[in-house]
């Protein structure tokens, strides 16, 4: 019989083996084929935020992992680590991230910015750098209050999201252009708008079995996208032939090469943009 000073250990340990792994996530439809199915599984749960907001839960340990904006990497005080097990990325037209704008994109001077996402207004500000040499004011806005408040459209803003779709947005402006599409053109990569994060202090056994779990998922899903489709198309605003359209052609979900190419390139320009001040290595997780 264990006596008593192992018998706690023994409790102790398994508070530890049993803890759940916390999981963010975003609500958006592109991540559906990455983490639908996951709330089944035993010892997950999965913490939904918006992208802008995981940074911070991965900073306070809130969460384990996350599927965080691509610039949180570099801005965060944390030490953090990408998973090379899954992206959100698109190959040129994203459909989902979305400059528009009253005056000609060289003329804009203010944008207001969907606050749910870093890494877009990252992109936004490389992009009008890059091609007009411009660095417009950036102002924080709620996106989702302007179709339920019914107010007007700023005369520049940036979108993200289901909301693109949702909203309609580019049916009030002249000047439209899909980020995606415009780093494409810019570099001829993918681009890379959200991935896996870790601290790097993470037990090694958490980030095995979250890493084994993300990757079977999206294998699953893949094979099974139009039930993925079904699930999720409608309660998010989606036509479903166009849903099928956007998960299946427009976004990217496995980590590859390129894809190292891309993160490199975007945070070197970042940096030259005068987005963020240096750039930090970067450091994966298997």
């Known amino acids: 019989m264990l006596n008593y000073s192992l018998g706690r250990y023994d409790v102790q340990m398994s508070i530890v083996i049993d803890q759940k792994i916390k999981l963010g996530v975003v609500n958006f439809l592109n991540a559906t084929p990455l983490i639908h199915g996951i709330s089944c599984i035993d010892g997950i749960e999965l913490i939904p935020r918006v992208p802008s907001e995981l940074i911070r839960q991965l900073e306070i340990e809130a969460i384990d992992v996350a599927l965080a904006s691509s610039i949180d990497y570099q801005r965060s005080a944390a030490e953090l680590a990408i998973l090379p097990i899954g992206v959100l990325s698109s190959d040129g037209e994203s459909m989902t991230v979305q400059l528009c ?66 909203s309609h947005c580019e049916n009030e402006y002249d000047y439209c252009v899909d980020l995606g599409q415009a780093w494409k053109d810019l570099t001829g990569l993918p681009f890379v708008f959200a991935t896996w994060f870790a601290r790097t202090n993470t037990p ?41 359209l956007y998960l299946t052609s427009y976004i990217q979900y496995t980590f590859k090469t390129e894809h190292i190419k891309s993160i490199e390139l975007f945070y070197a320009l970042s940096k030259k943009c005068g987005f963020i001040e240096k750039v930090k290595p970067l450091v994966f997780l298997h």
């Not at 994109?105 to 007009?132: N, R």
């Open 204 to 244: 090694d056994n958490v980030i095995k079995k979250i890493s084994m779990v993300l990757e079977r998922q999206l294998a699953c899903n893949e094979q099974r996208i139009e039930q993925v489709v079904s699930e999720y198309a409608d309660e998010r605003g989606w036509e479903r032939p166009l849903a099928f």
């Open 101 to 166: 704008s009253r005056v000609p994109l060289k003329e804009i001077k203010v944008v207001h910015c969907d606050s749910d996402s870093h890494t877009s207004i990252a992109l936004m500000a490389i992009i009008l750098f890059e091609k007009y040499k411009i660095r417009p004011e950036i102002v924080k806005i709620d996106v989702q209050s302007i179709k339920r408040d019914d107010v007007s459209w700023p005369d520049s803003v940036l979108v993200i999201g289901d909301k693109v779709v949702t």
